[in-house]
């Protein structure tokens, strides 16, 4: 079963920067994985960010987030990471990594996961 620990997240003022991270452990090598994000903020509903498919490397990005965060290419299934920028008070949020095998990468844009981690705190002020 694989496991996965967000960590990197904290507070910053409206127009900075963070760098979130993914630790994932126990993941099949034989498998390729969409390795996602998703964020909660309170009293909505989970909302799907981004993700990379790691049978390609290919990218994927909810609308709301194009242009200002980045998934960065390299090991994704061990070590996934999120670079967000231009950040803004709708930004702030539980952010979740999450992950599932996978044969295609047309899954990444879905709410089809099955591991989950806890969560790491995003607070953006305006």
């Known amino acids: 079963q694989v496991q996965l620990a967000e960590s990197g997240g904290g507070s910053v003022q409206a127009g900075g920067s963070l760098r979130l991270s993914c630790a994932a452990s126990a993941y099949r090598y034989s498998n390729n994985y969409c390795m996602g994000w998703f964020r909660q903020a309170p009293g909505k509903q989970r909302e799907w960010v981004a993700a990379?498919?790691?049978?390609?490397?290919?990218?994927y990005y909810a609308d709301s987030v194009k242009g200002r965060f980045a998934i960065p290419l390299g090991n994704a299934a061990k070590m996934l990471s999120l670079h967000m920028n231009s950040l803004k008070p709708e930004d702030t949020a539980m952010y979740y990594c999450a992950a599932v095998p996978t044969h295609s990468g047309t899954q990444c844009r879905t709410p089809a996961y099955v591991y989950w981690g806890q969560g790491t705190q995003v607070t953006v002020s305006s």
């Open positions: 990379i498919y790691t049978g390609d490397n290919n990218t």
